[in-house]
Structures are given as C-alpha cells and as structure tokens.
C-alpha cells in the first residue's frame, strides 16, 4: 500500500488516549496500517506498523501480567496509550502498546514495521525495529500522545492476516490462539505466516 506524503505525515495529530482504551485484541488489529513517529536527536523517523501481537492479562499465559503484578510488569497495570517498553536477553528492548483500562493488563507488542525513508536499518522484528529507531527502556511509561515516540492515523491496510504468536509455546491453550496481525502484503514481516493459517 502506497505510504501518506509526508505532508500529511507531518499535519497528522497523534491518535487519542480512547484508541488504546480497548481490548488488545482490537488494537492489535487496528494499528496495522498506523504509523510510529519517534523523535531523538539525530532527527525524526516515521514507520507504518505492518505486525503487531496481541497480550490479553493475567488470564493469559504468555503475556507477563499471568505471573502476576511486579516492578516489571508495572507498566502494563497503567493508562491505555502508555509505551510499556523491556529487555530480552539482555540486549534486545521491545515495544508494546498498554491498552483497555488501568489495572486491567493488556498490551499490544509492535513486532514489525516498514520503512518510509530509504536511511533506517532493518525494522522486521520487535529488536531490530527498536534498535533502528533508539526505542529504549528510557521510554517505558511514556504518554503515546506526546512526542518523542506518537502514533498517527497512517492509512489501515486494505485486509489483515491472523496467525499464532511467535514464541509463545510454553502458554498452554493460549499457544494457538490467533493473536499476531499482519500485513500480508508487507515485505517486512518478523516471520512468513505458517502455511495455512491466514
């Protein structure tokens, strides 16, 4: 899908706090299409999410509030539209959208995204985008209607794909569950879709 001009970019207001307060689910599917504006002092870079994952509480086996509230997990526990940014394996910081209500722990993890400058490094996955756009632990809490980090209406894409989470085998019966969304069209998925399950 042919990305806005920048102009349109550029006069686009970031999306309110009452998009994200909704279940993650449905704000998993409907940033596909949306576009990630992060500021920093090398300049500002803007992105259309193209994957995201959907994390559903503590009734959820692979989203982090299933072990319960901790310092970690604190975050999630906040404002819908707040970043809930963390370290895996010490090395990689991946971004996650809080959603629904406070106290209520969804999340909606951003694992791809595509490039509207020719400049940005690899962004098809939750590391590598973050590294290429400086997203870090020093975001974690950060109010999404403000810079540095904003989401823009974008355009939605024209169909979105299902599919199972990446990495989530240890979940029990949450392992299967239709909780990625993609675009299929999109060259910058983390992974292929597995074969049969659009």
Do not use: Q
């Not at 803007?46 to 604190?74: P, Q």
């Not at 971004?95 to 999340?107: C, D, G, K, R, W």
């Not at 019966?173 to 675009?183: E, V």
Request: aromatic share 6%; charged share 25%; with cysteine.
């Amino acid at each position: 899908m042919k990305p806005p001009p920048p102009e349109a970019v550029r006069a686009s207001a970031p999306l309110p706090a009452s998009f994200y307060a909704r279940p993650a689910d449905v704000v998993a599917r409907d940033l596909i299409g949306r576009l990630l504006a992060v500021e920093s002092p090398g300049g500002r870079h803007v992105t259309r999410i193209v994957e995201t994952e959907a994390y559903l509480g503590e009734d959820d086996l692979a989203c982090h509030a299933s072990k319960g509230r901790t310092r970690r997990t604190e975050t999630l526990y906040g404002p819908p539209g707040t970043a809930y940014v963390y370290l895996i394996y010490g090395m990689y910081h991946l971004f996650n959208v809080v959603a629904l209500a406070p106290e209520v722990p969804h999340a909606v993890l951003v694992r791809a995204v595509e490039p509207l400058e020719a400049d940005l490094p690899r962004t098809d996955g939750p590391g590598r985008l973050t590294r290429a756009l400086g997203i870090d632990r020093s975001h974690d809490g950060h109010d999404l209607t403000r810079p540095p980090i904003t989401l823009l209406p974008g355009r939605a894409a024209a169909r979105v794909a299902t599919d199972r989470r990446i990495g989530v085998d240890y979940a029990g019966a949450w392992r299967d569950a239709p909780l990625r969304f993609f675009d299929p069209t999109s060259r910058h998925l983390s992974r292929p879709p597995a074969r049969g399950r659009r």
